[in-house]
């Protein structure tokens, strides 16, 4: 067992999810992003995440040390990267707008924070 079965699951889904996949797409057919469709969504989300969790933790347990230490090893390692960002309703993928966008958040959450260009500049506390 190596190691990118850890990572990703390549079975196929359970009955119970594979039907609750299909009523969650007849709702969004029916009544589009209702109620009932954002139920159905988190009910969904939810099962997905027991049963990666379960098909993770038996994978761990039925292989060798050498796959577990990996598994924690890859899940300790930092990671760099800064995902896709929504902003109202536009998404910002660029490094440079993230950059800008967090520090303009900073800026308004801390007022007494001068940001200019992407540069913090530094500032001395009031007497």
């Known amino acids: 067992m190596g190691l990118g079965h850890l990572f990703f699951s390549c079975m196929s889904h359970s ?3 594979r039907k609750l ?4 797409l007849n709702i969004w057919r ?6 009932a469709y954002k139920e159905a969504s988190a009910i969904l989300k939810n099962l997905l995440i027991m049963e990666e969790r379960e098909s993770v933790e ?7 040390s050498k796959d577990f230490y990996k598994f924690i090893n890859a899940k300790l390692k930092p990671t760099d ?8 309703c536009e998404l910002i ?3 440079k707008a993230k950059a800008e966008f967090f520090a303009s958040s900073f ?4 007022p007494w924070i001068m940001v200019k260009r992407l ?6 506390v009031p007497k």
């Open 107 to 110: 800026a308004k959450s801390i």
């Open 81 to 88: 990267q800064v995902s896709i960002l929504l902003d109202g």
């Open 15 to 17: 009955p119970a999810i």
């Open 30 to 35: 029916a009544e589009g992003n209702s109620l």
């Open 93 to 95: 993928t660029d490094d």
């Open 58 to 64: 038996s994978k761990l347990v039925e292989g060798s």
């Open 21 to 24: 996949q299909k009523k969650k």
């Open 119 to 124: 540069l913090w500049i530094p500032y001395q």
